[in-house]
Every structure is written in C-alpha cells, then in structure tokens.
C-alpha cells in the first residue's frame, strides 16, 4: 500500500508517520504547508507541484493533516488561514481527483462545534473562530467533492492532541515549561477540554484507513478521549504534582475565539470503527 501524507512533520503527521513506516509493506510519502523536501521547495498552496507529487508516487490513500492550528493565530490572520486550510484542501482534493485517487482522510477540529458541549452534528453552523471556519469549510469541501466525483473521504475531529513532543503552542507544554522555570500560568476563562492522548489519535487515524473501503458517502467521526472534560486549572494541579513543583495561576477573562468547553461523543467512532481510547496520564 502507497499512502501520501500531507503535514507530515506536524505533531500528528510526524506520529503517524512513524506508526506507518514500521509496516514495511506500506510505502510512504509527505508533503507539507511551505517547507523544502529533499531540496526542492513545496507548499500546499503551489498546486501543480501538488499535483505532481501525488501523480508521480500514485497512492493508493492520502491522508490530508496540513494546516494552519490555532484559534488565537486564526484571529490575528484570518486571511491566511483561509487561503491554507480551504484553498490547501481544496487543492488535495482536486489534486486527488486529477491523480485518480479515490480515498482521502482528513484532519477536521474539535473547534467546528463552538460551544455545543456534548457534540456529534454533522455540520455545526456556530463556529467562534476563522480557523474553525477554515476546518467546518474543509468538511464542505470534502462532501462536494464526493458528490461530483465519488471520493470518499473521512473526516477526523481532533479534540485537544496532546503527548510527548507536542505543540509548543498547546496548553500543556506552555504549563509544563511555565512550572519548570517558576513562572506564572494564566489560564482564560473557565475553559475545560476533552483532551486526546497522540497515541489515541493515531488509532483513529489507523482505523480509519481499515474502514474507508466500507463507505460511500463521506464519514465524519470524534476522535476524543471519551472522558469527561477537565478543568485547566485542574491539568496546571497534576502537572505540578507530576513536575514536583508549585506556580502562581493567574485567572484572566476568557479571550475572544476561545471555546469554553469541549466534549466529543464518540459512540459514532467506537460502534462503526471500533475506536477505543486508552488515554494518558490524563484521565
């Protein structure tokens, strides 16, 4: 099997990948937002160099994870991540259809869903931020473009990724390092998240891949923890216990873009893909 990754050095991509490649029937290929691979220069906004990759190794999926991330960064350039998140998407989409590829998964958010807190809709309409626009967008894009050319497609929600190597925008290294080096943590509003384990996004991803030869019509599914949400504040108590060390938390109002709380109903994933997740040290 022949699967093209785009975003393939992002948190999830890079974890992924490294799943992929320990099966040495899979062949591997990647892509990302604007970088330089093996010294030629690529961007998912540059479609015929798209094209041409996609053409050139001919893969049997392609599991599409590049994006711009980030409510804050949405609000600050909005226009940025429109152009990369829809227009990027668009272009694998069409660079797909061109290649012939029939299978495309997908990175959507936890985000298309503002502030429904027990969420499962198939296309909320109350989204808070440009980049949830962006990902809510995308789900669109995915859908057009099964009913004009039959591909089929699974979207992934991800709730709040979290683990060894993650984003150093994310909440949870900021805290990390914040308690390392005595510094102060300001926490916005009273947000609570639905937290998933690396480990538990990449098990939805794989299963992914085993259901998307079962479907036809485009298929979105939770990839969350399956617990209760947790309070930020309670996450900065356990990486101090964790850590061994204690920090002075500043409450702030909650910021604009910002969703208050986050809880993904993943019966849809567990029934139909046998999603099952085993979570981290947060539970």
Not at 19 to 42: F, H, M, N, R, W
Not at 97 to 105: E, H, T
Not at 140 to 155: E, F, H, P, Q, R
Request: charged share 25%.
């Amino acid at each position: 099997m022949r699967y093209f990754i785009t975003g393939f050095r992002g948190y999830i991509g890079k974890n992924l990948w490294r799943s992929l490649a320990k099966d040495k029937k899979i062949e591997l290929s990647g892509y990302d937002i604007k970088s330089t691979y093996l010294g030629v220069p690529e961007d998912i906004l540059d479609f015929q160099l798209l094209l041409k990759r996609i053409t050139d190794f001919n893969p049997d999926l392609v599991i599409h994870l590049a994006a711009l991330t980030g409510v804050q960064g949405s609000l600050n350039n909005p226009s940025s991540y429109i152009r990369t998140n829809v227009e990027g998407t668009v272009n694998v989409f069409e660079a797909c259809r061109l290649a012939g590829v029939k299978k495309i998964i997908y990175a959507s958010s936890s985000s298309v869903y503002g502030n429904d807190a027990f969420s499962m809709s198939e296309h909320p309409a109350n989204q808070l931020s440009i980049y949830a626009v962006s990902k809510a967008s995308s789900e669109l894009v995915a859908d057009t473009y099964n009913n004009l050319y039959k591909i089929k497609s699974i979207g992934l929600r991800f709730f709040t990724v979290y683990g060894k190597e993650g984003r150093k925008d994310m909440a949870i290294p900021i805290f990390t390092e914040a308690i390392k080096n005595k510094k102060s943590i300001h926490i916005y509003g009273n947000q609570k998240r639905d937290f998933t384990y690396i480990d538990d996004a990449i098990q939805g991803i794989m299963l992914s891949i085993e259901h998307i030869d079962k479907i036809d019509e485009p298929q979105i599914y939770n990839i969350s923890g399956g617990n209760e949400p947790i309070e930020m504040l309670k996450v900065v108590q356990l990486l101090e216990k964790k850590l061994g060390k204690k920090t002075k938390v500043i409450i702030n109002k909650a910021r604009l873009g910002d969703v208050e709380q986050t809880w993904g109903d993943i019966s849809k994933a567990r029934e139909e893909l046998g999603y099952n997740p085993k979570g981290g040290w947060i539970k």
